[in-house]
């Protein structure tokens, strides 16, 4: 058991990096901007191949030597300690693919006599996807759940709470019973479920990356790519509610050891579930099927200037906060926009602060 639940993360984390490829548009290969006639050239594809060798071998050695390391030393760090080291393989892989496709790209002037268009989806503010409110019922109820069974609990539980375990399972901080102790992670998961309420709804909104060859079809995609990751940001939030609700009945029942397998694979599972969707719907949706549109002779404007690495945006000229990811799922910020770094650094702050208030 313990040796599952060191190395699940990491196996998710190498399936999420070994198919990423995939998953991105596929204009956007290793965050490169390429014409859509480009988008199968054998140079891509050649590059895709070998970092799916590089990531799949060298992930799957690392994988095996932390399961040695973890049935012989017993570690907690094991996980951690993979985690960072699969993240170094991934690294080169996807430096290599990035520059060999750049090179050639500016080599060969693919963009040269290409009419660059920009696209947009105004319905997006006029005519957003509604929200999914049955989705977002099981994260609420178990939240209110986790709150009603704790008040009533709350004159049966010890006088003094274990408030903290470490990552064995074993006590290390005390608490004298009190309502900051007692509801302390009740606080961190309504934070959580506020936050991922207001992502499913923010997610309609935000900039999409459209496809100026078929606008039409790649603003469905779009649609119904947000309202998919809205519904599975909502499960989510709901398998991470069940993992903070055993938590916190943990420690309303005063136990002396903290079994973490049972606390984090709901959690787990639901991060199964983003991948799943991401490998069926792709970033923005681009394998979800469409219908035809008439041909013209536009093309993705060449943006490659705005993103480092292929990663970062930066574009003070863009008014949006969250731009679509070119190498990942989902939305990433514009470090160009003032409010966007500083709701990250708030948001980033957060993050840091609950858990050491909540401990």
């Known amino acids: 058991?313990?040796?599952?639940?060191?190395?699940?993360?990491?196996?998710?984390?190498?399936?999420?990096?070994?198919?990423?490829?995939?998953?991105?548009?596929?204009?956007?290969?290793?965050?490169?901007?390429?014409?859509?006639?480009?988008?199968?050239?054998?140079?891509?594809?050649?590059?895709?191949?070998?970092?799916?060798?590089?990531?799949?071998?060298?992930?799957?050695?690392?994988?095996?030597?932390?399961?040695?390391?973890?049935?012989?030393?017993?570690?907690?760090?094991?996980?951690?300690?993979?985690?960072?080291?699969?993240?170094?393989?991934?690294?080169?892989g996807y430096v290599h693919a990035r520059a060999t496709i750049r090179s050639a790209k500016q080599r060969e002037e693919w963009f040269q006599g290409k009419r660059?268009?920009?696209?947009?989806?105004?319905?997006?503010?006029?005519?957003?996807?509604?929200?999914?409110?049955?989705?977002?019922?099981?994260?609420?109820?178990?939240?209110?759940?986790?709150?009603v069974y704790g008040a009533v609990r709350y004159p049966d539980m010890p006088a003094t709470l274990v408030l903290h375990f470490n990552a064995s399972g074993q006590p290390d901080h005390e608490a004298a019973k009190s309502l900051s102790s007692v509801f302390g992670v009740v606080f961190l998961q309504t934070g959580l479920t506020a936050l991922f309420l207001g992502l499913a709804?923010?997610?309609?909104?935000?900039?999409?990356?459209?496809?100026?060859?078929r606008p039409r079809s790649s603003a469905d995609q779009h649609r119904r790519f947000t309202s998919g990751m809205a519904r599975a940001l909502l499960v989510l939030a709901a398998c991470l509610n069940v993992s903070l609700g055993l938590a916190?009945?943990?420690?309303?029942?005063?136990?002396?050891?903290?079994?973490?397998?049972?606390?984090?694979?709901?959690?787990?599972?639901?991060?199964?579930?983003?991948?799943v969707f991401g490998l069926r719907y792709g970033q923005s949706g681009n394998k979800l099927p469409t219908g035809e549109e008439p041909a013209n002779d536009a093309t993705e404007r060449d943006d490659d200037r705005y993103w480092k690495l292929g990663l970062f945006y930066v574009n003070r000229d863009d008014r949006a906060v969250?731009?679509?990811?070119?190498?990942?799922?989902?939305?990433?910020?514009?470090?160009?926009?003032?409010?966007?770094?500083?709701?990250?650094?708030?948001?980033?702050?957060?993050?840091?602060?609950?858990?050491?208030?909540?401990?």
């Open 1 to 92: 058991m313990l040796v599952f639940r060191d190395l699940i993360g990491p196996l998710l984390i190498l399936a999420a990096a070994w198919a990423m490829p995939s998953v991105v548009k596929p204009t956007v290969p290793f965050g490169v901007r390429v014409p859509a006639e480009r988008a199968h050239d054998p140079l891509i594809e050649e590059q895709r191949r070998i970092y799916r060798w590089w990531v799949g071998t060298a992930g799957i050695v690392l994988v095996l030597s932390g399961l040695v390391l973890s049935l012989v030393t017993q570690q907690i760090l094991v996980s951690p300690i993979i985690t960072v080291a699969l993240l170094g393989v991934v690294a080169p």
């Open 116 to 147: 660059q268009v920009t696209v947009t989806d105004t319905k997006r503010h006029t005519e957003p996807t509604p929200f999914p409110w049955l989705w977002a019922l099981p994260a609420v109820l178990l939240l209110a759940a986790t709150v």
């Open 201 to 213: 709804y923010a997610l309609p909104r935000l900039k999409p990356d459209l496809d100026p060859t």
């Open 248 to 275: 916190s009945w943990q420690i309303w029942r005063g136990a002396a050891d903290f079994p973490t397998l049972p606390v984090v694979l709901p959690t787990l599972l639901g991060a199964a579930g983003l991948l």
């Open 322 to 359: 969250w731009v679509p990811k070119r190498f990942g799922i989902g939305w990433t910020v514009n470090l160009g926009n003032p409010v966007a770094v500083a709701a990250s650094v708030l948001l980033i702050a957060a993050c840091i602060a609950l858990p050491a208030l909540v401990r």
